[in-house]
């Protein structure tokens, strides 16, 4: 089941930083947060994951609170490209299984 | 990153029809590999695990005689609708893991649209 909670919509001004929550309050110590994304009819696409240290890759940066109960993903120049769905996934380093929650829906406005 | 692909990308059947969907993963060996299911405005709902070698396991309340699951390699997972019905019309994604080490990610294929007529 989904342990996570995300807004169901966001929008953003093209050029701007996108910053899109996540509360995953009941967090195991062992867990780690993932973040997807889905442009409309599209599988899922990798974005970031971290434990409990600050991220950081091409495509996006990672926040996580100390307590770990929520996160934060920035796209730190929102293009129209970034409109899509993400979502935010809490799941053991070698556990099997993703389970997705509602998502966010991002719209990038020109 | 690691590419998976799906076959057919689109499919419409007759209703009473079996239709067959194909997973690959192309560039590493996944030893198990997921079946998704979703819906218009909705998010994805895992159907079953794929496991190479062995019986897939469902998930609750998803009827493994309807979709049948094969796993018969590293790289191909088949997902096959029988009996398909116009409720069964969806979008199929498959997802495919790697294991490197300590680690292990999942990536996703592009999907499979399917209409039953």
């Known amino acids: 089941d989904a342990k996570t909670t995300q807004p169901p919509s966001m929008d953003c001004a093209e050029g701007r930083a996108a910053n899109l929550p996540c509360n995953h309050s009941t967090i195991s110590g062992n867990e780690y947060v993932y973040w997807y994304r889905q442009i409309h009819s599209q599988g899922p696409q990798y974005i970031i994951h971290g434990l409990k240290n600050n991220e950081t890759n091409e495509m996006a940066s990672l926040i996580i609170t100390e307590d770990r109960k929520s996160s934060t993903l920035i796209l730190p120049h929102a293009t129209l490209r970034d409109t899509a769905v993400y979502y935010c996934?809490?799941?053991?380093?070698?556990?099997?299984?993703?389970?997705f929650g509602t998502g966010t829906s991002l719209t990038v406005i020109p | 990153g690691a590419v998976v692909s799906q076959h057919p990308s689109w499919v419409i059947c007759k209703s009473g029809t079996s239709v067959k969907i194909e997973c690959r993963s192309l560039d590493f060996q996944a030893t198990t590999m997921f079946w998704y299911r979703q819906f218009p405005k909705q998010s994805l709902m895992l159907m079953a695990t794929s496991n190479e070698g062995s019986k897939a396991t469902y998930e609750q309340g998803v009827e493994k005689d309807k979709f049948l699951i094969n796993h018969a390699s590293l790289t191909l997972s088949t997902l096959t609708v029988t009996s398909a019905h116009p409720e069964d019309s969806s979008f199929y994604i498959c997802s495919a893991r790697r294991t490197s080490g300590s680690y292990n990610e999942q990536f996703f294929g592009p999907g499979t649209r399917l209409t039953v007529l």
């Open positions: 996934i809490v799941r053991v380093m070698r556990g099997n299984q993703f389970y």
